[in-house]
């Protein structure tokens, strides 16, 4: 990357504060471009669910990963519920998404609090393993809570092979006008697909592990016994391993560092799988440098830019993210490591710059939460909106949740220091209700930034990238207006 006209400001910048100049470029199309990244982790997409309770779980982690990124569990999660997790996500099919289902006999009032799980909304009604109905929220509107689901569902259901070619799929659903199938193998429900599965799975490839299944990252932080954390995440199959805290430029990190990486080389060493280890967070060329030389091959950049961080506020301590990004990547790139910009962003050209700057990915926390596929449950405020709470890992809520297991006293002495809202409503956007729908904006964003620079791959994007800088009214000029002056 280069500054436009090599003026390189004193001031350091966020996300806002910049722009991309379009250069001549031979790349015709944004499905020319390959967003495969360049950390060795194996993400064909480069976004990172990051490891906040209120975003990472089971079902973000399959969707993610089905469609190319990669999902961190929290560190607060118990490892037998990570163990559970990581199995689950494994399992689920590659391409087919993940059916919601329910028995004929079930009452409405049970099948309604799953709808909102997946972004299908729709149940599969089963009788034993035989598909005989599907219901959906509309189904389900105006009629007693305690009738039975046989009575609401559609029975005039469609079903498609396993083997069936994903066009004539999509044909299928196109002509009998209907939004969801399920697939069978032999006379077994498989997967579902919708209209927008297929055409996703014509566009995404999914993050895989060497046996085909699909991949999902869990952190680990710094205190307690970080080792047996690390080889318990690493034994229960986790490919990517986070070690995190807010300050990662610390005695403690560099301390426990080397222990994490002497657990993965020795899983190395077992099985043939290297898993690469993430550590973070820092804003300094310094800090990237010394968690490189520690043993990382990821380093995770941004102090204080997410939403549900108040980090600054408090303390005063941060650095707008794209310099932080600039600047530790270049550090990183000379030590062999990589780079992980984490927080900040709020639209698709900010994922942008981020790869610009020198990110191999950009972490997306809040910005998920809103989905209905992020842990927490579906609900609705005075005007009938959905939402879902949110809240930052260093908050009061977050506190309680990682000190449970110490004593009454600790736990409330450690609640009185919280650097992060505890409770923030992210209300779903209609348009856009499910993960998958901000993956298809961002992408397609992330795709036509690279056609503008003429890169075909994030490691030329990255060379040919000319940033310039702008007021506050530069930034303005280029937001859309719904409404008229």
């Not at 600039?326 to 984490?342: Q, S």
Request: aromatic share 4%.
């Amino acid at each position: 990357m280069k500054f436009l006209n090599d003026q390189r400001p004193a001031n350091d910048l966020t996300y806002a504060d910049v722009f991309m100049v379009p250069s001549r470029s031979s790349v015709a199309s944004r499905l020319d471009v390959d967003l495969t990244t360049p950390d060795g982790v194996g993400t064909t997409i480069p976004l990172v669910v990051a490891n906040m309770t209120a975003v990472a779980g089971r079902r973000m982690a399959e969707t993610v990963a089905r469609r190319g990124g990669l999902a961190i569990l929290p560190q607060d999660i118990p490892l037998r519920a990570v163990d559970t997790t990581i199995a689950d996500v494994k399992s689920r099919h590659a391409v087919l998404e993940t059916p919601i289902t329910i028995d004929p006999e079930a009452p409405v009032a049970e099948v309604l609090p799953l709808l909102g799980k997946r972004a299908h909304g729709a149940a599969v009604v089963l009788k034993g393993t035989e598909p005989v109905g599907i219901v959906t929220d509309r189904d389900c509107q105006g009629v007693d809570r305690f009738a039975r689901v046989a009575d609401v569902m559609t029975s005039d259901i469609v079903t498609v092979s396993a083997d069936t070619d994903p066009a004539a799929v999509f044909e299928t659903l196109t002509r009998r006008h209907i939004h969801l199938v399920p697939v069978l193998d032999g006379d077994v429900m498989v997967g579902v697909l919708t209209r927008k599965g297929v055409l996703r799975s014509a566009i995404y490839q999914p993050s895989l592990d060497r046996e085909g299944r699909l991949m999902v990252g869990a952190a680990v932080g710094i205190n307690g016994d970080v080792a047996g954390r690390a080889k318990a995440l690493l034994t229960s199959g986790a490919d990517v391993l986070v070690v995190d805290t807010a300050h990662g430029h610390q005695d403690k990190m560099l301390a426990v560092l080397p222990r994490v990486v002497a657990e993965r080389d020795a899983h190395e060493a077992a099985t043939g799988v290297r898993v690469p280890v993430v550590a973070g967070n820092v804003v300094s060329a310094a800090g990237a440098r010394e968690l490189a030389e520690a043993g990382a091959d990821v380093i995770k950049v941004g102090v204080g830019p997410g939403a549900m961080c108040t980090t600054r506020m408090m303390t005063g301590v941060g650095r707008p993210q794209f310099s932080a990004v600039l600047e530790c990547a270049g550090a990183a790139r000379e030590a062999g490591a990589t780079v992980w910009a984490d927080g900040g962003v709020k639209y698709p050209r900010d994922v942008a710059l981020g790869l610009a700057a020198g990110a191999a990915s950009v972490m997306v926390g809040s910005w998920f939460a809103g989905t209905y596929e992020s842990p927490g449950d579906l609900q609705g405020d005075a005007e009938g909106r959905l939402y879902k709470e949110s809240f930052g890992m260093a908050s009061a809520r977050a506190v309680r949740a990682r000190t449970k297991e110490r004593s009454a006293f600790e736990r409330a002495r450690s609640a009185l220091f919280e650097e992060g809202i505890s409770s923030s409503r992210m209300y779903l956007d209609p348009e856009r209700p499910g993960v998958e729908d901000l993956l298809d904006s961002i992408i397609s964003g992330v795709r036509s930034s690279f056609t503008y620079a003429g890169a075909r791959t994030i490691a030329e994007f990255q060379e040919r990238a000319v940033v310039g800088v702008q007021s506050a009214a530069g930034y303005e000029e280029g937001r859309p207006r719904h409404t008229s002056w």
